[in-house]
């Protein structure tokens, strides 16, 4: 049978071994020195751009063809765009809010182009995740003390702010949406929300990838929800993937990615940090020490696809491909037909 749709091949490729996402962006292009005047361009913004590392698709995009070749060749078979700030929200710090199109449709392109070209050269398939972050709002706290009820922005708001964003990497050419490094599990839903709506007004499936961060080691998010909690909010997505990122090393994350690896009946991505940040607030664990832990998680039947987040390096994602090659990969647990709520903590109703 020929497999088509991109949720349907990932789930064939993942079915074979252990697939391998990529790293971090924001310290691969720190590590280039790059002057204002490299992200600024010629595009004549009111505002200093160094540090708006999204513009880059449009200013310099052949630091973002570089960075994303480098973890094609480590071995990724995920790769995302480089557009976790790429939304008007964040946009807005740098006046560059009316290029929220134009990036994320440029992102997707750097990365669909690459993807196509590692594909065609062994024929195995590359994916292309089209990435979302959080933006810098909460829906679920108020930024007031002596307001707990006051929100800076709507649901309704941030649902059009993710639906433009997730419109334009669509039409640049993603496999997927990955709404990433999620701390408030009521963010999320918008962004659940405005990619279904997406989808809709398509005609077709736009697959979602979730991805929790945890804000301490008891495991739960900023808006206050454990791993098994936040996974019973979002199941009914049915994402392509769920997992965590961010937050803490391989060795901080092990009990909970047991523990969703449990519970969640879909691929299940991890990509830690690599390891916990020196005084000078830089990553510094080596790349095979990366490896081995995660391995660990392999060995162990509780992963899918592996990557990296801050301080990881195309070296870090070489040496997990390395640690994980001939491994089985995991097989997704099939729970019982049971009502599963959740508030702060999962609720689930006895039979």
């Known amino acids: ?19 391998i996402f990529d790293g971090a962006f ?32 449009l200013t310099r995009p052949d630091v973002i063809e570089d960075i994303t070749r ?8 995920v790769i995302s765009t480089n557009t976790f700030s790429a939304n008007v929200i ?80 669509v039409e640049g050419g993603v496999d997927f949406i990955l709404i990433e490094t999620i701390f408030d599990t009521l963010n999320a839903k918008a962004g659940i929300f405005a990619v279904r ?27 206050g929800h454990t791993v ?25 994350l092990r009990p909970h990615i047991q523990l969703l690896s449990k519970i969640a009946d879909t691929l299940l991505m991890a990509y830690p940090n690599a390891g916990l940040p020196n005084e000078l607030g830089e990553y510094d664990e080596e790349p095979e020490t990366t490896a081995g832990l995660v391995r660990e998680w392999a060995v162990n039947g509780q992963v899918n696809i592996l990557g990296g987040c801050c301080g990881s390096t195309p070296d870090h994602i070489a040496a997990m491909a390395k640690a994980v090659a001939g491994l089985e990969p995991r097989t997704a647990p099939v729970p019982p037909v049971i009502t599963r709520l959740a508030g702060l903590e999962p609720f689930t109703m006895a039979a």
Request: proline share 4%.
């Open 197 to 223: 709506k997406l989808a809709q007004e398509l005609g077709r499936d736009v697959p979602i990838m979730l991805s929790m961060t945890l804000t301490d080691l008891s495991g739960r998010n900023l808006s």
């Open 70 to 77: 480098a973890y094609l060749e480590a071995g990724s078979d």
């Open 90 to 169: 964040s946009q807005a710090d740098y006046a560059a809010e009316a290029l929220v199109d134009d990036i994320n449709v440029a992102s997707a392109r750097i990365a669909r182009k690459l993807a196509d070209e590692f594909a065609a050269k062994d024929n195995r398939p590359r994916f292309v995740a089209g990435a979302i972050g959080p933006t810098n709002k909460t829906l679920s706290l108020s930024p007031d003390v002596e307001d707990p009820g006051y929100r800076e922005i709507t649901f309704d708001y941030l649902v059009e702010v993710y639906h433009q964003q997730a419109a334009a990497l």
């Open 26 to 57: 924001g310290t691969q292009v720190q590590n280039r020195k790059l002057a204002e005047a490299d992200y600024a361009g010629d595009l004549g913004l009111a505002a200093d751009q160094k540090g708006n590392n999204d513009i880059l698709a």
């Open 228 to 252: 098994e909690a936040f996974w019973h909010a979002v199941r009914h997505a049915n994402p392509a993937t769920i997992g965590l990122n961010c937050s803490f090393g391989a060795e901080q």
């Open 1 to 19: 049978m020929t497999v088509h749709t991109p949720r349907e091949r990932l789930n064939a490729e993942a079915a074979k071994r252990v697939l």
